[in-house]
Structure formats: structure tokens, C-alpha cells
Antibody
Framework: QVRLVQSGAEVKKPGASVKVSCVAS????????IHWVRQAPGQGLEWMGI?????????HNAQKFQGRVTMTRDTSTSTVYMELSSLTSEDTAIYYC????????????WGQGTLVTVSS | EIVLTQSPGTLSLSPGERATLSCRAS???????LAWYQQKPGQAPRLLIY???SRATGIPDRFSGSGSGTDFTLTINRLEPEDFAVYHC??????????FGQGTKLEIK
């Protein structure tokens, strides 16, 4: 069955970086885009960016995160990574990876979420 | 960027009743690119509806979506206890821009 399994919770200090992984299984890794979506405590969902595990476009970050987010993939392990730098307390959130069948523009499977806490 | 506004913020209903949730866009949305998700406490969102009115795999037919242009609706008939959750709408507006509404909490009255 389709699974997206994310890495565990992280606690980081302001100014640091965090790297979250998302391991895909149960489907052809390169046939689906992977998105990153975050949710601050008690808040709604916020789209962060998209990566094409097959390489090339679209790989794009939301303007709000330009210069701070790097998304990469390792096809040998069917893993996508999201690294967020220059963390502040406002980056405290649950980070989700989610799958999109190419050009359908909705997310049919989600990872379980990774809590990132930024605190001094 | 297209802004999605969901209303009401909180909806209090009893099991067996019908829920009507609204999602209004600041600009016209292609109906192919409007989706709804359900999220329960401590869980990831789950896809309910895509392309405005198509139910995702395994979603009961008491869930239905409708709308066009800037106004979209999620209707849940005959509410079951497991339906009480937060519901999010989401759209794709081109140029690799995806946005979500702020969510509607459906709670038991």
C-alpha cells in the first residue's frame, strides 16, 4: 500500500537549520510529485513547495520560503528531503509531505507529519 | 495569489443533521483544481473531494462537493460521529501556487 513515512520530531535553536525526510513506498516514486505543507499550532495548512522526484520541473518553493527552503530527492531510496534554514519561533509547526499525481493538483496521500520545535 | 476564505469558522451540529461548509475564493478557480480535506486531531489531512465534486477512494457518498467560479461547497448529509473534524479547502491557481483555506471546525452540538 502507499506509504509516506517521515522522520521524527526535532528541536532546534533559532538560527539553525532542520532537515526532514519523507520515504515513499508502495508506488512508482518518480510518477508523483511530492509537496511539503506545514501547520503551525492551532492554525491552518500552509503550502511550502513542490519537488518532482523524477527531476526537472516543477520544483518550486512558495515565495514566502524562497532562499530558506531546499528540497532534494534520492531516487535510490525513494526519499525526499526538505531543509529549512534560519529557523525562528514562527517556524514551529508540524511539517507534512504529501503526494500529487502529476498535474492533478491535489494531494491524495500524506505523511504522518514531523513536529519541528524552534526554541532557545 | 488566490486567497480562500472558509465559513463558518466553527459549525455546531448534531449527528444525523446536514452540514454545509463554504469556501470562497478571491478570484475565479478552475473547478478541476479545487479539493477538500478532512483532518482529525493528531492526524494528517485526508483527501475527501477533488476536482470540486469527485469523491476520493473510500469516501462515503454522504460527502459531496459542488460549486464553480469563486464559490464552492462541501455538504455532509446525515452526520456520523466520525465526521466531526476540521475541513480544509485547497486550490491550485497556476504558476505552481497552491493555497488552503483557514479551515472549518465541525463540532458536536
Amino acid at each position: 500500500q502507499v506509504r509516506l513515512v517521515q522522520s521524527g520530531a526535532e528541536v532546534k535553536k533559532p538560527g539553525a537549520s532542520v532537515k526532514v525526510s519523507c520515504v515513499a513506498s508502495g508506488y512508482i516514486f518518480t510518477a508523483y510529485y511530492i509537496h511539503w505543507v506545514r501547520q503551525a499550532p492551532g492554525q491552518g495548512l500552509e503550502w511550502m513547495g513542490i519537488i518532482n522526484p523524477g527531476g526537472g520541473n516543477p520544483t518550486h518553493n512558495a515565495q514566502k520560503f524562497q532562499g530558506r527552503v531546499t528540497m532534494t530527492r534520492d531516487t535510490s531510496t525513494s526519499t525526499v528531503y526538505m531543509e529549512l534554514s534560519s529557523l525562528t519561533s514562527e517556524d514551529t509547526a508540524i511539517y507534512y509531505c504529501a503526494r500529487e499525481l502529476r498535474q492533478t493538483c491535489y494531494f491524495d496521500y500524506w505523511g504522518q507529519g514531523t513536529l519541528v520545535t524552534v526554541s532557545s | 495569489e488566490i486567497v480562500l476564505t472558509q465559513s463558518p469558522g466553527t459549525l455546531s451540529l448534531s449527528p444525523g443533521e446536514r452540514a454545509t461548509l463554504s469556501c470562497r475564493a478571491s478570484q475565479s478557480v478552475n473547478s478541476r483544481f479545487l479539493a477538500w480535506y478532512q483532518q482529525k486531531p493528531g492526524q494528517a489531512p485526508r483527501l475527501l473531494i477533488y476536482a470540486t465534486s469527485s469523491r476520493a477512494t473510500g469516501i462515503p457518498d454522504r460527502f459531496s462537493g459542488s460549486g464553480s467560479g469563486t464559490d464552492f461547497t462541501l455538504t455532509i448529509n446525515r452526520l456520523e460521529p466520525e465526521d466531526f473534524a476540521v475541513y480544509h479547502c485547497q486550490q491550485y491557481g497556476g504558476s505552481t501556487l497552491y493555497t488552503f483555506g483557514q479551515g472549518t471546525k465541525l463540532e458536536i452540538k
